[in-house]
């Protein structure tokens, strides 16, 4: 599969962006080649029918009031985001998990110039819970993950993030984005984000976008589709830890750090 990233910069004269990019997509499909198309989508529902995934908000930068941007918009569902998409997925845009390289000739004033920075030295925007909510959010949301960072030059927490092979199981995970949700006040305090998975589990990503750390619960009767788990005793699974944790009864609860998550799997006990 080869993937295109179509942007919209620098639009030509005489085009519409809905009309450039479907006018691509029906190129690449004519190939006969499989392709994944991306593209910045202009907020019609045409964008389910024209590509593989489209981004759905700004351009996702390196830094938290940019994430928690994101984040934001993504609370509410859109109408252009369609009932289920048949081609394509919303987009988030990129993730920069554990920073860019630093080396200010990395790729260099010059293009290429002599970079990349040496192995694992990084210039970093977020802080590491930053960088853990933002996965953790992205991959719940299910639409795709692009990596902004060299793969050749990681660090032990880029390895740590990137290759979780749990979180990337709920990431791949067949039900879709549509049932991705946000339960509780959605408050400045506290965000409850669940995903049902299709061994009758759940994802949940307990998020504070507060200034400071916050305790956040998530009652399993409140969970869409898992209704039948009120007053339940469940298992729970911290996923970054990759550890089970007490099984729990109704609820569970976490102190979570200023802009942090915690990322847990719930399954019957």
Request: aromatic share 12%; charged share 20%.
């Amino acid at each position: 599969m080869d993937f295109v990233k179509f942007d919209g910069c620098d639009q030509p004269e005489g085009f519409t962006a809905e009309q450039l990019t479907c006018n691509m997509s029906n190129a690449l499909l004519n190939t006969g080649t499989d392709f994944w198309f991306n593209f910045h989508c202009w907020h019609t529902d045409t964008c389910a029918k024209c590509g593989t995934s489209y981004r759905v908000f700004d351009d996702h930068h390196d830094e938290w009031k940019s994430t928690s941007s994101v984040i934001k918009f993504m609370q509410k569902r859109e109408p252009f985001w369609g009932p289920d998409p048949e081609g394509g997925w919303p987009d988030m845009d990129f993730v920069y998990t554990g920073g860019q390289g630093c080396n200010h000739t990395d790729p260099g004033p010059i293009w290429p110039g002599p970079g990349p920075s040496p192995p694992g030295v990084r210039c970093p925007g977020q802080t590491i819970d930053e960088y853990v909510s933002e996965f953790s959010i992205w991959a719940l949301a299910g639409g795709q993950i692009v990596i902004s960072s060299d793969p050749r030059n990681m660090t032990a927490f880029q390895k740590h993030i990137w290759f979780n092979k749990e979180v990337i199981a709920v990431f791949k995970d067949v039900p879709s984005f549509k049932d991705v949700a946000m339960i509780g006040d959605g408050g400045a305090k506290a965000q409850v984000w669940i995903r049902p998975t299709s061994d009758g589990g759940c994802a949940v990503v307990l998020h504070n976008p507060n200034e400071a750390s916050a305790k956040i619960t998530v009652t399993f009767g409140d969970i869409p589709k898992r209704s039948a788990w009120k007053g339940k005793m469940l298992n729970v699974r911290d996923l970054w830890a990759g550890m089970d944790l007490p099984a729990a009864s109704g609820s569970y609860s976490a102190t979570v750090p200023k802009h942090g998550s915690v990322m847990i799997k719930l399954t019957a006990a």
